[in-house]
């Protein structure tokens, strides 16, 4: 959510164009890219950050965009298509990693997912109740909860399908299973069964973009001091969070979000930015 002028701290409080709370890389790209356009940002730390990702779907470029954009080198791995799944829902619950993993008698029970009927789908929107529904628990656990783990860094599998697995929920009211929706989206889009792995992990992306802020003279602020600072514009939804988990869909955001803060903070010539920041001092 972005608010306007945010006062704090008395007349004499340093003055920024923008502040970001957050500090994963969709909320550094915001700043980055606010910075850019030459205004005077600061960056305060979130106060209940998410673990950083381990990997990344390549169903959407943001990531490796951003990768490429900063010099940050990255591995794209691809996988069978019948050996692929979604988020952890395997396309065919016969695969050997997939019994090798669960077991006999759980790898039936995702079988069963493609002789339910589709009005026992009904319109979930919450993916982890969807998967428990279509799955049954212990495949959740098995299968879907570590992949939450390592693509968006969540201990748990409850997040907006929409969030988690764009299209899935239209996927599978078109063929009728979870399963299925998932080889469905996999056949649409085979960059979901491509993972980007960012050379030297995904803290290599953060130290990069950290640089990069450092060079536009981003203010970086503990988040004790957000009260002793005054901004024309706060954003304190930039970051990934449980309810927006995933960081392509975060970068997206952070891009658009910077162009429509730079229309509102050039709208009214009376009130001039602060910046721009002079880089050579």
Not at 34 to 51: E, I, Y
Not at 76 to 82: H, K, N, P, T
Not at 146 to 169: Q, R, T, Y
Request: aromatic share 6%; glycine share 8%; charged share 25%.
């Amino acid at each position: 959510m972005s608010h306007d002028v945010t006062s704090a701290g008395g007349d004499h409080a340093p003055e920024f164009d923008v502040l970001v709370v957050g500090d994963d890389g969709p909320a550094l790209l915001l700043a980055l890219e606010c910075a850019k356009f030459g205004f005077r940002v600061a960056v305060a730390d979130h106060p209940r950050p998410l673990p950083l990702p381990a990997e990344f779907v390549h169903s959407s470029s943001h990531v490796t965009e951003l990768c490429d954009e900063l010099g940050v080198g990255y591995v794209i791995e691809r996988r069978e298509i019948f050996e692929s799944e979604v988020v952890g829902i395997p396309t065919n619950a016969f695969a050997p990693q997939v019994r090798t993993r669960v077991g006999w008698a759980t790898t039936w029970r995702i079988y069963l997912d493609r002789l339910m009927p589709l009005l026992s789908i009904g319109n979930e929107p919450d993916f982890g109740t969807l998967v428990r529904k279509r799955l049954g628990r212990s495949a959740t656990e098995a299968l879907v909860r570590p992949e939450m783990k390592i693509l968006f860094g969540l201990d748990a599998v409850n997040a907006p399908i929409d969030e988690v697995a764009p299209g899935l929920s239209q996927a599978v009211s078109r063929v009728g299973s979870l399963t299925g929706g998932a080889l469905e989206l996999i056949v649409e889009n085979p960059g979901w069964r491509e993972r980007v792995t960012i050379v030297g992990g995904t803290i290599a992306l953060m130290t990069r973009l950290t640089e990069r802020l450092s060079y536009f003279a981003v203010t970086r602020l503990a988040n004790e001091s957000l009260h002793t600072v005054r901004a024309q514009f706060v954003v304190d939804d930039a970051s990934c969070t449980p309810e927006h988990p995933s960081w392509a869909k975060q970068i997206q955001r952070a891009r658009i979000r910077a162009h429509d803060l730079r229309r509102a903070l050039l709208r009214d010539p009376e009130k001039p930015p602060i910046g721009p920041v002079d880089l050579e001092q």
